[in-house]
C-alpha cells in the first residue's frame, strides 16, 4: 500500500482507537460546568487526554515494542507488575463502559431490549475484530473513523452558530487543573500505552515497512490524531459551554442527548447513537487486542493464549457492561488517581533523549510519584479530611496533582547528581 495513505489509514485507526465512550460524554459536560471559562478547561483536558497519549504514541515509534518496554528501565519485575494492572484496568473498565455507553444512548431510548442483550451482541463483533486483528488498521481507518468525524462535525458546526443564552459561570475552583483531572477520566493516556502496541504489532504483520519507515509513521499518524482530537474535543467542549445558560442538566449522557437533539432535530438522536456505537466499539476493540497482544508476548506467542484473552476480556465486558455509566465512572477514580501519574511519568521519560532519562532517572522518578500518588488514592478511602495534615505538606495535593512537583524536582536532582559523578 502506499505509504502516505497508509499513514492516514493509522491516523484515522488511532483516533478512533481512542475515540470512545468517555471521549464523547465528558467533553460537552466539562465544558458545560466551565461555562465562560471552557478555554482554560480545555487547555487543561488537552494536556491529559490528548498531549500525554500522542507522546506515548511517539514513544512506540522510539521503541516498537510492547508495554514491557515502557517500563523496563525501572526493572522488569516492575514493568510485568505495571503492565498487569494497567491491562486489568483497561479490560475491567473503560472496555466495559463503552458498551454501558452505548447501550444509554444508542439502544435503551428506542429498543425494549436488555443490557445483557446487547452487550452480548457487542462483545461478540469485539471479539470477531479481535480473532481477525489484521484487518483493523484497514477497516477502522478506512471506513469507521471518516464516519464519526462527519457526524462530529455536524453536530459542533450547527451547534456552535445557534442563537442561544449567555453562558453561566465555571463552577470549578481551577478550571485547569480540573480539565486535567477529567482527562484521566478519558483513559487516553492508558490508551496511549495500550493501542500504541496494537499499531506497532499490526504494521509488523503487514510486514511492508522497516524501522525507521514505521518510526516516521507512527509518529507522523500520532500527531495527526492528536490534531483531530484536540479539535473535536475544543468543540465538544465549547459546544456545551454555549448551552450551559440554555438549559439544565445533571447526567453526562443526558447532556450529549440533548445537543444532539438540539443541533440536528428529531434525526439528532439517531445520528448519535451511530456515533456512539461507533466510537465505543472502535475503542473495546483497541483495548480488548491489545490486551491479547500482551499475553501472547509474554506467553511466547502463543495463539492460544492471544484467542483466549480475548474471549476473556469479552467476558469480562459482558458483566460489567451491565452497570450504569456513572457507577462504572465513580469506580474508576481511585484506580486512576493511583496508575495515572505513573504512566504520564513513563511516557514523558521514554520521549525524553536518553542521556537525561537513564535508568536511574526511571527508578527515582517513578519511586517518588508512586510515593506521592498514594495519598490521592487513599482518599477515596479514608474518613473525609483524615489525609488533610499530610496533604497541605505538598504541592497542588488539594487538586489531585500532589505527585507532579515531586515527580519533576526529583527528575532535575537525580540528574544532577549523575552528572556531577
Do not use: H
Amino acid at each position: 500500500m502506499n505509504y502516505t495513505k497508509q499513514t492516514y489509514l493509522v491516523a484515522f485507526a488511532l483516533f478512533s482507537l481512542f475515540f470512545g465512550a468517555g471521549n464523547l460524554i465528558l467533553p460537552p459536560f466539562l465544558g458545560y460546568n466551565a461555562g465562560s471559562s471552557w478555554v482554560w478547561v480545555t487547555l487543561g483536558f488537552a494536556l491529559s487526554g490528548v498531549v500525554i497519549p500522542i507522546l506515548a504514541i511517539y514513544g512506540y515509534a522510539r521503541l516498537q515494542g510492547t508495554l514491557l518496554d515502557f517500563a523496563t528501565k525501572v526493572s522488569p519485575s516492575f514493568a510485568l507488575l505495571y503492565a498487569v494492572i494497567v491491562y486489568a484496568i483497561s479490560v475491567c473498565l473503560p472496555s466495559p463502559r463503552t458498551a454501558s455507553v452505548a447501550y444509554e444512548i444508542a439502544i435503551e431510548p428506542y429498543f425494549n431490549i436488555s443490557s445483557l442483550g446487547v452487550s452480548a451482541i457487542y462483545f461478540s463483533l469485539v471479539l470477531l475484530f479481535a480473532l481477525n486483528r489484521t484487518r483493523i488498521l484497514s477497516f477502522i481507518g478506512a471506513f469507521l473513523t471518516p464516519l464519526i468525524i462527519f457526524i462530529l462535525i455536524i453536530i459542533i458546526g450547527i451547534g456552535l452558530f445557534a442563537d442561544l443564552a449567555p453562558m453561566r459561570a465555571s463552577i470549578f475552583e481551577n478550571t485547569f487543573t480540573d480539565g486535567i483531572l477529567e482527562g484521566y477520566q478519558t483513559f487516553d493516556a492508558i490508551g496511549g500505552v495500550v493501542v500504541g502496541g496494537v499499531v506497532v504489532i499490526s504494521l509488523a504483520l503487514q510486514g511492508a515497512y522497516n524501522y525507521e519507515e514505521k518510526k516516521r509513521m507512527i509518529a507522523r499518524s500520532g500527531l495527526l490524531a492528536g490534531l483531530g482530537l484536540f479539535f473535536v474535543y475544543a468543540g465538544l467542549i465549547a459546544l456545551g459551554a454555549f448551552y450551559s445558560g440554555t438549559f439544565e442538566v445533571s447526567q453526562r449522557t443526558d447532556l450529549l442527548t440533548i445537543l444532539s437533539k438540539n443541533t440536528l432535530g428529531n434525526y439528532g438522536t439517531a445520528f448519535l447513537g451511530v456515533l456512539v456505537a461507533l466510537a465505543c466499539f472502535t475503542t473495546a476493540v483497541g483495548i480488548v487486542t491489545g490486551t491479547a497482544d500482551f499475553v501472547k508476548g509474554i506467553a511466547k506467542n502463543s495463539q492460544i493464549a492471544y484467542r483466549s484473552t480475548a474471549v476473556l476480556g469479552c467476558i469480562i465486558g459482558l458483566v460489567v457492561g451491565q452497570f450504569d455509566v456513572n457507577y462504572i465512572i465513580n469506580v474508576a477514580l481511585p484506580a486512576l488517581m493511583f496508575i495515572y501519574p505513573i504512566t504520564i511519568v513513563l511516557i514523558l521519560l521514554n520521549v525524553l533523549p536518553t542521556k537525561i532519562a537513564s535508568p536511574l532517572v526511571f527508578k527515582i522518578v517513578t519511586l517518588v510519584t508512586l510515593v506521592f500518588s498514594v495519598p490521592d488514592f487513599l482518599q477515596f478511602f479514608m474518613v473525609n479530611g483524615s489525609l488533610d495534615p499530610i496533604k497541605q505538606w505538598i504541592p497542588f495535593a488539594n487538586n489531585g496533582l500532589g505527585w507532579a512537583i515531586p515527580a519533576f524536582a526529583a527528575f532535575i536532582i537525580t540528574n544532577i547528581i549523575g552528572r556531577t559523578k
